[in-house]
């Protein structure tokens, strides 16, 4: 079950989040049983101290949630939304046993691990076919916009590849030219082209967090190299704030003398920017109600009423969240609930780091893109939700392939 639970996540991240629907429900069971077999034998050492803290932000989340029961648009759907960090320990679980087990041989990593490159390929191609033969394959019309995000939709295929591809590069630069459990053309193939996706959705937030998170990502792996990668992405990082400081209209008059737009929305302006009006009704909303916040997902439903009240501007813009992560969590779960997630990052990396190799080159620079790339975006929609939880359930398997080309179970099977 879970073999196949990894198979769903694989094929889905950036195709379906129906498909990795399919890792949930597969792995619940096998998660919650060898969590009880677990707790029995080793009580509350059983889990590392970044899951604690993952579980005080679910129980919280769980309170929050109550206590705004009545003011909830959809009060069952906020409750459901805390299955997702609750997963990640099960997961966590789950995938352990598997990598103890028999059952997680070479041939079954390396299937899965190819699934999820070519699910990375296969949604890049989609979104150059969009771009370059003015068709979406999917419906045979010309797509909507000139922004294009493969499978999944613009914001969120931009955000979760901006730390997948990070995420990759450290793993391509620690397994080297070759690896048993992983496809390396394919691997550069995903590399290539998940670069190429993010360009085409012209996502300011994410580009930004891949430009932190990729020299660091390098850096590890060669210091040298990571400072002369850092001092590129700073020229390019500046490049990107003068551009939106000066907006798209000041860049034409400069360029050609003309006022028109750039056909791009890495420079979209500042100005006009409904962002910071979010960001203004979530320090607002988290000033109104620290404790308990307004409930999971609770807080689009007074973005409105707030910015009313507090003379914010564009009252009446759409909006689903706060576009930040941060900001988003305190408003929606309290201070405390913030609190709970900054330790959870902040453990998770402790943990990545002093356990060096594949989690340290890999996940390591994945936080920073998580942090800087979440400043402008809400991180905890589907998608990238599984991405998220799955990487650090992934991220706490013993004997994890990159680490140990054969790994002991395997040599015995």
């Known amino acids: 079950m ?92 789950a995938l352990r046993h598997a990598a103890r087990s028999r059952v997680m041989t070479q041939a079954r ?9 070519i699910s990375i390929i296969a949604s890049v191609t989609y979104g150059l076919v969009a771009t370059m033969a003015n068709i979406d ?34 793993l391509r630069l620690h397994t080297g030219s070759s690896h048993p459990c992983f496809h390396q053309n394919l691997l550069s193939w995903a590399i290539g082209l998940g670069a190429i996706g993010l360009i085409l959705t012209q996502t300011r937030g994410a580009l930004l967090g891949c430009l932190c998170g990729l020299p660091l990502a390098l850096y590890l792996h060669r210091p040298k190299a990571g400072i002369w990668m850092g001092i590129a992405s700073t020229i390019i990082a500046s490049i990107l704030l003068i551009g939106n ?63 009313e009240r507090y003379g914010i501007a564009y009252p009446d813009g759409e909006a689903s969240h706060a576009h930040n992560t941060f900001i988003d969590t305190a408003a929606n779960l309290g201070l405390p609930g913030l609190a709970a997630l900054l330790a959870w990052l902040s453990f998770w990396g402790i943990e990545s780091w002093r356990r060096g190799g594949c989690a340290r080159r890999c996940i390591v620079p ?20 599984f991405l998220i939880f799955a990487l650090y359930s992934l991220s706490h398997v013993p004997d994890f392939p990159a680490d140990n080309p054969v790994p002991k179970v395997i040599e015995q099977t």
């Not at 302006?269 to 909303?285: I, P, V």
């Open 245 to 307: 400081i000066l907006g798209e209209e000041r860049i034409s008059r400069i360029l050609t003398g003309k006022s028109k737009d750039i056909p791009t929305r890495f420079f979209r302006g500042l100005e006009g920017d409904q962002r910071l009006s979010l960001y203004k009704a979530g320090l607002k909303g988290i000033q109104e109600r620290p404790l308990l916040g307004h409930g999971m997902i609770g807080f689009p439903k007074h973005i409105r009423s707030i910015k």
């Open 109 to 117: 990593l390396r299937q899965i691990a190819n699934l999820f490159l």
């Open 2 to 93: 879970t073999v196949l639970g990894l198979g769903c996540l694989a094929v889905g991240i950036f195709v379906s989040p129906g498909v990795c629907a399919g890792y949930h429900i597969l792995l619940f069971i096998p998660g919650a049983w060898i969590a009880f077999k677990e707790f029995q034998k080793h009580g509350c050492n059983a889990l590392p101290s970044s899951s604690w803290a993952l579980l005080g932000l679910v129980a919280y989340g769980i309170i929050a949630t109550l206590a705004n029961w009545n003011e909830l648009k959809d009060p069952a759907r906020s409750l459901g939304k805390l299955k997702y960090f609750a997963m990640a320990v099960l997961g966590l679980f």
């Open 137 to 170: 394959l999917l419906t045979f019309a010309p797509p909507e916009g000139d922004r294009t995000g493969g499978f999944t939709g613009t914001m969120r295929f931009g955000y979760g590849m901006a730390m997948v591809l990070v995420a990759l590069v450290g």
């Open 366 to 385: 994945l936080l920073v893109v998580f942090i800087v790339a979440g400043q402008f975006e809400y991180y905890f929609d589907a998608n990238n939700s």
